[in-house]
Structure formats: C-alpha cells, structure tokens
C-alpha cells in the first residue's frame, strides 16, 4: 500500500462541472502539498495547507488531519484546467516527500 | 521575476557521454532537489541538498552527482550516461525544506541517451 493514495487516476468531466480530487495519506505529516503538472510538462505548487481549508480563485483544498485526507476542489471547471494534479506529503525529514501518483484531469468544452 | 531555470531543456547525447544539466534559483532558497519522473512512476527525488556543501541521496541516486559550491546553483552530473537515465528531469526549490515550505520548480530537462 502507497503511503499516499489519490484518487480518481483519471478523470473526464464536462466544462462547468464541479471536480473533486481526493489525496489519502498514511503517514503523520505537518502539511500536505497539491501541484498541478500543465501537459506542457511544468510543474506549479497550487496549496500547502497543515489543517482546514485554503481558497485560491477557482481552486479548493481541504485536509482533515485526524481521518489523514485532502481534497482538492475546482469549481467552474474549464478546459485550461486540464491537467495532473499530483499531492504529496513531508517525510519526517523535511527533505523528502512522498508522491501520489497523479490524477490527469480532462475538462472537455 | 522569482525563478528557477534548468539548462538544457532538451538534450539527446550517447551512452557514456559525460553531462551536466544546470539547475539555478534567484530566491536565495536554501534547499534544492532534483527528481526525475517516469511514466507510470510519478516524480522520484535524485539528490537534494539542505544548503551549500550540504547534499544527501534521495531515492534514486545511483548514476548520478550533484555539487552545490554556491547557494543559487544545484548541478546534476551524470558521468557515464546510460539509456536508463533516458528520463524528464526537474530541479526544485524552497526556502528551508519540503514540511512547510512552497515548493518551486524547473521547468523540466527532457534527457535521451541513445
């Protein structure tokens, strides 16, 4: 078992629909990381977040630490939102983190 | 503009052929990482380092050097390239580590060794 599970792998929706994105983890961490990989190959941090909820335009993130899951939520949804977009959680290092494997997001128009 | 740039973008060299990709931050971030990503195998750390003359292994550093003589320059070494390094390369960096810090990004070295 990955110490950081995200589901759906994959994921095809309408433009306008609400997407959610869902990260679990089993490991004790301080803060979890969503990124988005655009299909050009670069990679952006979207949200830190260590306890509740973070807004950022369009883009939610919740974490709930006790039950050890994120979320991460578009609303609105566009085609330019199409995407990876990968969480991962701190090792107890603070030099490494722990990968999800990604969930490729496709809006069609 | 607050950046992190890698040079080459795109590289296609030959087995054995000693190489470099530079990795370089105007943030004046004390660490920086190196991952390479796989398809089917997500982003996997190289190398990463906690501040100058500071570097530890990640998970899979076998192949590979790194050297961090200033704070702003993280080099990837690879000395005697092999088809398995065939791979899509990413330096990274932040402030003081990756537990509670924004984490930035190169954007990509794409590296074929024929």
């Known amino acids: 078992k990955n110490e950081v599970e995200q589901s759906p792998q994959n994921l095809t929706a309408q433009e306008g629909e609400f997407i959610t994105i869902n990260c679990s983890y089993s490991?004790?961490?301080?803060?979890l990381h969503w990124l988005q990989q655009h299909p050009g190959g670069g990679i952006v941090s979207l949200f830190m977040?260590?306890?509740?909820?973070k807004k950022h335009g369009r883009l939610i993130a919740t974490i709930n630490i006790q039950e050890k899951h994120s979320s991460l939520h578009i609303t609105a949804s566009h085609p330019r939102d199409s995407a990876v977009y990968i969480c991962?959680?701190?090792?107890?290092?603070?030099?490494?983190?722990?990968w999800g494997a990604g969930t490729k997001l496709i809006i069609k128009p | 503009e607050a950046q992190v740039t890698q040079n080459p973008r795109y590289l296609i060299t030959v087995t054995g052929k000693k190489l470099t990709v530079t990795c370089s931050q105007n943030?004046?971030?004390?660490?920086m990482s190196w991952y390479r990503q796989d398809p089917g195998l997500g982003l996997r750390q190289i190398y990463y380092?906690?501040?100058?003359?500071?570097?530890d292994k990640g998970d899979v550093p076998e192949g590979y050097k790194v050297s961090r003589k200033e704070k702003r320059n993280f080099p990837l070494i690879l000395e005697s390239p092999s088809p398995n390094q065939t791979s899509l390369y990413f330096c990274?960096?932040?402030?003081?580590?990756?537990?509670?810090?924004?984490?930035?990004f190169g954007p990509g070295t794409r590296l074929t060794v024929l």
């Open positions: 490991v004790g961490i301080s803060a």
């Open positions: 990274a960096s932040s402030f003081f580590g990756t537990s509670t810090d924004t984490q930035y």
């Open positions: 943030m004046n971030h004390e660490y």
């Open positions: 977040l260590s306890s509740g909820k």
């Open positions: 380092s906690m501040n100058v003359e500071v570097t």
């Open positions: 991962a959680a701190p090792r107890d290092s603070n030099y490494q983190l722990i």
